[in-house]
C-alpha cells in the first residue's frame, strides 16, 4: 500500500499545515519558504502519477487520494491567498470558481465511481492545473517577489485564466456526469 508515489501523494497533504503556518509569520522568507514548499507539493503531483504507471505500481489507493491531496493543498492556498489579502477583492470570483469546481467535480467523480465509471483527466484539464499551481505560487510569493518580477500581476492573471479554463473543464465533466446520470435509473 505505501509505495514510494503514495508516499508522494501523502506528502502533499502533510505540507499544508506547513504553508498555512508560513503565512501566520508574514516575512519574505516565510513567502518563499511556502512558495518552494507549495511548488515541491506540485511536483510530487507529476511524479506519483509518473512513477505508479511506469512502475507498476498504479493502485486504489493512489487512484483515491491523489486527486485529494490536490483538492486540499489548492483549497487551502486559495484560502489563504484570500484571507491574508494575497490578492485583490476582484480575483475572489476566480478563487471561488476554482474552488467550487474543485467541490462539483469531486461529487460527480464520487457519484460516476458508484456507477463503475471512470471519467479520465483530459489534456485541458491537466494545463489547468499546471496554470493554477504556477498562478498561485507567484500569489504565494506576492510583494516579496523582486521588483522585476511582477509575482502579483503574473499570479493574477494566471489565477483568472485557470478560472476560466476550469469553467470549461467542470462543464465537460458536469456534461459526462449528467449523461451518466440520465441514463441511470
Not at 28 to 52: H, K, N, Q, S, V
Request: hydrophobic share 55%; glycine share 6%; aromatic share 10%.
Amino acid at each position: 500500500m505505501l509505495n514510494l508515489p503514495n508516499i508522494l501523494t501523502l506528502s502533499r497533504i502533510f505540507v499544508i499545515p506547513i504553508v498555512v503556518a508560513t503565512f501566520f509569520f508574514d516575512s519574505p522568507t516565510m513567502r518563499w519558504a511556502a512558495c518552494g514548499l507549495f511548488t515541491l507539493a506540485g511536483i510530487t503531483d507529476f511524479f506519483d502519477g509518473y512513477l505508479a504507471r511506469r512502475a507498476n505500481q498504479v493502485s486504489s489507493f493512489g487512484r483515491f487520494l491523489d486527486p485529494i491531496a490536490d483538492k486540499l493543498l489548492v483549497a487551502a492556498v486559495l484560502m489563504l491567498i484570500v484571507a491574508f489579502d494575497r490578492v485583490h477583492v476582484w480575483s475572489y470570483l476566480a478563487a471561488l470558481v476554482i474552488l467550487l469546481r474543485e467541490i462539483l467535480v469531486s461529487g460527480l467523480r464520487e457519484f460516476l465511481a458508484e456507477l463503475h465509471v471512470s471519467v479520465p483527466v483530459t489534456k485541458l484539464a491537466k494545463a489547468k492545473t499546471t496554470v493554477q499551481m504556477v498562478a498561485l505560487g507567484f500569489l504565494i510569493v506576492g510583494s516579496a517577489s523582486p521588483t522585476w518580477i511582477p509575482a502579483e500581476m503574473i499570479g493574477e492573471v494566471g489565477i483568472w485564466l485557470a478560472a476560466v479554463v476550469t469553467l470549461a473543464t467542470g462543464y465537460d465533466y458536469l456534461k459526462a456526469g449528467l449523461r451518466h446520470m440520465a441514463a441511470t435509473p
